[in-house]
Nanobody, 115 residues
Framework: QVQLVESGGGLVQAGGSLRLSCAVSTSIFSTNAIGWYRQAPGKQRELVAT???????NYADSVKGRFSISRDNAKNTVSLQMNSLKSEDTAVYYC?????????WGQGTQVTVSS
C-alpha cells in the first residue's frame, strides 16, 4: 500500500511564504503524475499544481507566478513552494500521486494565511 504524508503547513501572515513537502512510501520515479490540491471549508477540492514524469508543470490560474511544484525522485518527495501568500490560499492542502491506474492521497496539511 502506498502512503503519502504531507508536512509544512501552518499559520503565516499575508505576503509570507511556506514550503509544503509530501513524503511518499514508494518510488515516484515512474509516477504518471503528482499533484497538490487544496480544499477550503464549504468548497470542493481544487487543483493547485501538477508535475508529470517529464517535469512538465501546470498551475491553477490563481497561483501562477506565486507557487512552484517540484519533485525529488531520489528522496521520493514532492514539494510546493508557496510565496506571496494571500488569505484566499487558506485551505487544507493534499498531495496526490498517480501510479498506473491508481491514485493515492495524503491526509492533508492545514495552511492558514492571516490578513
Amino acid at each position: 500500500q502506498v502512503q503519502l504524508v504531507e508536512s509544512g503547513g501552518g499559520l503565516v501572515q499575508a505576503g509570507g511564504s511556506l514550503r509544503l513537502s509530501c513524503a511518499v512510501s514508494t518510488s515516484i520515479f515512474s509516477t504518471n503524475a503528482i499533484g497538490w490540491y487544496r480544499q477550503a471549508p464549504g468548497k470542493q477540492r481544487e487543483l493547485v499544481a501538477t508535475i508529470d514524469t517529464w517535469g512538465m508543470t501546470n498551475y491553477a490560474d490563481s497561483v501562477k507566478g506565486r507557487f512552484s511544484i517540484s519533485r525529488d525522485n531520489a528522496k521520493n518527495t514532492v514539494s510546493l513552494q508557496m510565496n506571496s501568500l494571500k488569505s484566499e490560499d487558506t485551505a487544507v492542502y493534499y498531495c496526490k500521486v498517480s501510479l498506473g491506474l491508481h491514485d493515492y492521497w495524503g491526509q492533508g496539511t492545514q495552511v492558514t494565511v492571516s490578513s
